[in-house]
C-alpha cells in the first residue's frame, strides 16, 4: 500500500514569504501530526490532527498552522517565513490516536529560506 | 517534563562489529511508549520498535535487540554483525499517554557508520 506523501519533497523560499506544506496519510489513516527538524533542534513536535480537530500542539509560534481535511489530508502554512524555518518537515500518519503501532512517517518537505 | 537523552553522537565501526545505541529518558507519566526509529539518508523515518511502559521484556529481531530497563530508565538498541546498511542517524523517541501518545519528544539522535 502507499505509504505518507509529502509534497512538495523540495522547497526554496523567500524570507517573509509564506509557505504551505502537504501531506497525504496512508489510506485509513485519521491521525497526522507534523514534526521540524533542524541541525540544532533536532526533531520537534508541531502539532496533531485527528478527524479534522487540532488534539495537540507543540511549542512553536502562531505563525505556524495546520489543518485537516475530511479525507484525512493535512495541510501545515507557515507565514512571514524566517531563516530559522529552514528545516525538514516531517508528517506522520497512523490510524488511531493511541495506535503508535501504526505511525509511519514520510519522507518529508524540505525547506529552504534565503 | 519529558526528556530523551542520547549520549552518543556518532559513533563508528567496521563491518560484522556489534554495536550498542544507548537512550536515557525522563517522564513522569506511569505510562508511556518508547520507539526507536532509524533515518537513512532519504530523510524518511523507519519505525523499528515500541515498547510500552509495562513490558519490559527485551526483544530481538533478527540482528537486532532491546534492553528496557525502568530502573535505570535506559532502553539501548543493539546491532548484531553489523552491516554498512545499518549506517544511519538512529532515534530514540518517548511519548506519554496523557498526550495520547502521539507527542513524540525525540533524542538527539546517534550517527551511525558502519565501514566495509
Known amino acids: 500500500k502507499a505509504g505518507v506523501t509529502q509534497t512538495p519533497r523540495y522547497l526554496i523560499k523567500t524570507r517573509g514569504q509564506q509557505v504551505t506544506l502537504s501531506c497525504s496519510p496512508i489510506s485509513g489513516h485519521r491521525s497526522v501530526s507534523w514534526y521540524q527538524q533542524t541541525p540544532g533542534q533536532g526533531l520537534q513536535f508541531l502539532f496533531e490532527?485527528?478527524?479534522?480537530?487540532?488534539?495537540n500542539k507543540g511549542n512553536f509560534p502562531g505563525r505556524f498552522s495546520g489543518r485537516q481535511f475530511s479525507n484525512s489530508r493535512s495541510e501545515m502554512n507557515v507565514s512571514t517565513l524566517e531563516l530559522g524555518d529552514s528545516a525538514l518537515y516531517l508528517c506522520a500518519s497512523s490510524p488511531h490516536r493511541t495506535d503508535n503501532y501504526g505511525y509511519t512517517f514520510g519522507s518529508g518537505t524540505r525547506l529552504t529560506v534565503v | 517534563a519529558q526528556k530523551v537523552t542520547q549520549a552518543q553522537t556518532e559513533i563508528s565501526v567496521v563491518e560484522k562489529e556489534d554495536v550498542t545505541l544507548d537512550c536515557v529518558y525522563e517522564t513522569r507519566d506511569t505510562t508511556y511508549y518508547l520507539f526507536w526509529y532509524k533515518q537513512p539518508p532519504s530523510g524518511e523515518l523507519v519505525f523499528l520498535i515500541r515498547?510500552?511502559?509495562?513490558?519490559?521484556q527485551n526483544e530481538i529481531s533478527g540482528r537486532y535487540s532491546w534492553n528496557f530497563q525502568k530502573s535505570t530508565s535506559s532502553f539501548n538498541f543493539t546491532i548484531t554483525a553489523s552491516q554498512v546498511v545499518d549506517s544511519a542517524v538512529y532515534f530514540c523517541?518517548?511519548?506519554?499517554?496523557?498526550?495520547?501518545?502521539?507527542?513524540?519528544?525525540f533524542g538527539p539522535g546517534t550517527r551511525l557508520s558502519v565501514l566495509p
Open positions: 515498547r510500552n511502559s509495562f513490558d519490559e
Open positions: 490532527y485527528f478527524s479534522e480537530t487540532q488534539r
Open positions: 523517541a518517548l511519548s506519554e499517554a496523557s498526550n495520547y501518545g502521539q507527542n513524540f519528544v
